[in-house]
């Protein structure tokens, strides 16, 4: 593969790329030294690079010149075991996987996924997968999962509503500052409450204070514009990859802004 890699760079000879590390650039680089720091593990295909010409920063894996060798995304299906064939009486299949939180878990039983969403170990928005589905879909809108189940209620939220604030799916650049450094980081799932980020710079601690620049992808989408927030970091994610911010004192202009993005997502 890396041999292969380094083929499809050989048109590229000149140094020309940077690349965003934590609050610096590095470069120049060949494209075929920037491919080699990826294999190495030095960064991912989720960092930012530029070269002159571009209007912005962007990821490794978005631009032309990489995209042949950014390797596929592994499959988020996983292969189910056939259940052990019931004894007596009627026993449920532990044939349904989860996914929450960017991790799989798995299988259990169609009782077991009801029980953990009434509990509020696992939210009804989650989603779940069985051998017999073409695709992953959420638990609230599968019957056979979704039948006789409430889930708890969000505290602070209104009557009926299962969270405080909507959410929308969006993906957008993050510049992370904390008063000494600052990263980039990409974020998801943003509400006029918060945001997930997830980025290479993780902090020590919950609580940590941290200022956010949030941009679109895209610069002439009109439903999204730039916006600067401020707040506290309140999960970490499992895997330490991002983490889960909470909006404090969010400003009028950006709350319009997030509010644009939820109706138009």
């Not at 993906?171 to 992370?176: G, P, R, T």
């Not at 940590?208 to 895209?218: E, G, H, R, T």
Request: glycine share 8%; aromatic share 8%.
């Amino acid at each position: 593969m890396e041999n292969t890699g380094k083929a499809l760079f050989a048109g590229n000879p000149h140094p020309e790329w940077f690349v965003a590390v934590g609050d610096k650039s590095v470069g120049p680089m060949t494209a075929a030294e920037v491919y080699d720091r990826v294999v190495s593990g030095e960064i991912t295909w989720a960092h930012f690079v530029w070269k002159e010409g571009q209007k912005e920063w962007e990821r490794i894996c978005d631009i032309a010149t990489f995209k042949a060798a950014v390797p596929p995304p592994p499959s988020q299906k996983p292969r189910a075991t056939p259940p052990a064939p019931p004894v007596q009486g009627k026993v449920q299949a532990k044939e349904w996987f989860l996914f929450s939180n960017d991790s799989q878990t798995g299988p259990f039983t169609g009782d077991e996924v009801k029980s953990m969403v009434s509990v509020g170990k696992v939210e009804a928005e989650s989603f779940a997968w069985k051998d017999s589905m073409k695709d992953w879909e959420k638990i609230s809108t599968i019957a056979e999962l979704a039948t006789g189940v409430k889930p708890p209620a969000t505290p602070g939220a209104g009557r009926g509503e299962k969270r405080a604030h909507k959410r929308g799916p969006v993906i957008a650049k993050v510049m992370i500052a904390d008063g000494s450094s600052a990263a980039v980081g990409i974020g998801r799932d943003v509400s006029i409450g918060g945001m997930q980020v997830l980025s290479e710079f993780v902090p020590a601690k919950l609580g940590v204070k941290l200022k956010l620049n949030v941009s679109p992808p895209d610069v002439t989408n009109p439903a999204f514009q730039p916006f600067v927030a401020e707040g506290v970091v309140v999960r970490i994610l499992d895997d330490r990859r991002g983490f889960s911010f909470r909006f404090e004192d969010l400003p009028v202009a950006a709350r319009t802004i997030i509010e644009r993005i939820i109706q138009n997502s």
